[in-house]
């Protein structure tokens, strides 16, 4: 009863339908196709954060990855600021002042349970002007 002539969509009653394997393999395609874009959005300011050698590259990291598991998108976003903006590092002149303090202290030249003190050197007052102001002492350490 059915034509002899079927169109190319429609399944043949004896084989496999051709049009459903193509397109499953087509979705398939297509849903890894768009978690592959997901992921490499989801990404973006770790990525950002790493290539710019940013000091705050953990925090945005751990911002994605809660925004990932709680699918809180504020998480995400306060990552990419954070992955945008450039902190001032504190770090490294707090350690080179540290430094040098340790080495300050490392040369000053103390006997054996001796206290070093540094005495006031005292400037002379000119002698043509005279005056309260003018015979201050000055230290010098």
């Known amino acids: 009863m059915a034509p ?8 043949p009653g004896s084989g496999t339908d051709t049009l459903m394997v193509v397109m499953g393999l087509f979705l398939i395609g297509t849903v890894l196709w768009v978690g592959t874009l997901y992921w490499k959005l989801h990404s973006l300011p770790e990525r950002m954060a790493h290539k710019s050698q940013k000091l705050q590259f953990e925090f945005v990291a751990v911002l994605g990855l ?9 998480f995400w976003i306060a990552g990419l600021l954070l992955a945008m903006i450039d902190l001032p590092d504190f770090g490294t002149p707090l350690r080179s002042i540290a430094g040098s303090v340790e080495k300050i202290a490392e040369a000053t030249p103390a006997a054996d349970g001796e ?3 540094t005495e006031a050197v005292v400037a002379p007052a000119p002698p043509d002007k005279s005056g309260p102001a003018k015979g201050k002492e000055h230290s010098h350490v």
């Open 115 to 117: 206290d070093v003190r």
């Open 4 to 11: 002899h002539h079927l169109p190319f969509y429609l399944a």
């Open 66 to 74: 809660i925004s990932l598991f709680t699918h809180m998108h504020i």
